[in-house]
């Protein structure tokens, strides 16, 4: 299974109907800063029928050195965290099925 990447994600922008390849990624680039710069901001990003970016924050909490034993706190921080959507969740559970129906749909569209 192949990594999908930002060039992969312009390329398919371009082949949906963009003008030119520069285009397709200026317009990737802009939508990932803002996703990026809302979140840093610590509001949460929702992408409808894809799923929910979240910050969430963590308190400090005790843990240990794996290679001395030693007990250390770890600081607080944030994290981002990702829940897909039930529609993204129906379609990684079952992608074949799930493909052949957006063939369909795909091929009695105009």
Not at 15 to 28: C, I, P, R, T, Y
Not at 50 to 76: C, D, H, M, Y
Request: proline content about 5%; glycine content about 6%; overall charge positive.
């Amino acid at each position: 299974m192949a990594t999908v990447t930002k060039l992969y994600l312009a390329d398919r922008l371009l082949a949906a109907g963009m003008e030119n390849h520069a285009e397709a990624v200026k317009l990737l680039e802009e939508s990932l800063e803002l996703i990026k710069d809302t979140l840093a901001g610590g509001e949460n990003v929702l992408v409808s029928s894809f799923g929910k970016f979240s910050v969430r924050e963590k308190k400090a909490r005790q843990g240990r050195n794996p290679k001395t034993g030693e007990a250390l706190t770890i600081a607080p921080r944030r994290v981002v965290t990702f829940h897909p959507s039930g529609e993204l969740r129906q379609r990684c559970k079952h992608p074949d099925r799930d493909a052949a129906e957006r063939e369909v749909f795909s091929s009695s569209t105009p």
